[in-house]
């Protein structure tokens, strides 16, 4: 098995963060201080191919209340899990679980966080699914090597050329 010297280095950091994240209020500056960062690989724009399909991407925790479990947003390092949904799902069956933006407003209007309806307006054809996850996590070795692969998987599967990737 070959070292992982990230992984090395985030274990080395979370006993001290969770310290910190535990606190109330959790002190999320002292937390990131020595957050060590994944390297990042070098990508290279491409025109995407025609026609043009687009994945929409939300970090916004949004979730289908009927079948789908809701983010364990109450986590002291986030959730790095992720959802997938049926574009075209009813607004009433999505909800959000995140703690750190509005409740009240994404579920008053959705589009804010999850603009289907914008993006089809547009006039671009969409994926299948949309893709969700719970943009708070410091569980990055997961989120990195596993939730991101997944979802990029997921979108290929739906036949993306191009994703709109909504970060709150």
């Given at each position: 098995?070959?070292?992982?010297?990230?992984l090395?280095?985030?274990?080395?950091w979370?006993?001290?963060?969770?310290?910190?994240?535990?606190q109330?209020?959790?002190?999320?500056?002292e937390?990131?201080?020595?957050?060590?960062?994944?390297?990042?690989?070098?990508?290279?724009?491409?025109?995407?191919?025609?026609?043009?399909r687009?994945?929409?991407?939300?970090?916004?925790?949004?979730?289908?209340?009927?079948?789908?479990?809701?983010?364990?947003?109450?986590?002291?390092?986030g959730?790095?899990?992720?959802?997938?949904?049926?574009?075209?799902l009813?607004?009433?069956?999505?909800?959000?679980?995140?703690?750190?933006?509005?409740?009240?407003?994404?579920?008053?209007?959705?589009?804010?966080?999850?603009?289907?309806?914008?993006?089809?307006?547009?006039?671009?054809e969409?994926?299948e699914?949309?893709?969700?996850?719970?943009g708070y996590?410091?569980?990055?070795p997961?989120f990195?090597?596993?939730t991101?692969?997944?979802?990029?998987a997921?979108?290929?599967?739906?036949?993306?050329?191009?994703?709109?990737?909504?970060?709150?």
């Amino acid at each position: 098995m070959q070292r992982d010297v990230y992984l090395e280095r985030w274990s080395a950091w979370l006993p001290q963060a969770l310290i910190w994240l535990g606190q109330d209020p959790p002190n999320y500056r002292e937390a990131k201080k020595d957050l060590p960062l994944p390297e990042r690989p070098s990508l290279t724009f491409r025109k995407p191919a025609s026609p043009l399909r687009v994945a929409l991407l939300t970090s916004a925790g949004a979730y289908d209340v009927e079948t789908q479990a809701r983010y364990h947003a109450g986590c002291v390092i986030g959730d790095a899990s992720w959802r997938a949904f049926p574009y075209d799902l009813p607004a009433e069956r999505i909800d959000f679980a995140h703690e750190h933006i509005d409740l009240d407003v994404a579920r008053a209007d959705p589009e804010v966080v999850l603009p289907r309806e914008a993006l089809k307006a547009s006039g671009v054809e969409v994926t299948e699914h949309v893709i969700s996850w719970h943009g708070y996590t410091y569980d990055y070795p997961v989120f990195v090597k596993t939730t991101v692969p997944q979802m990029v998987a997921r979108a290929q599967a739906d036949g993306a050329t191009a994703a709109l990737l909504v970060p709150v």
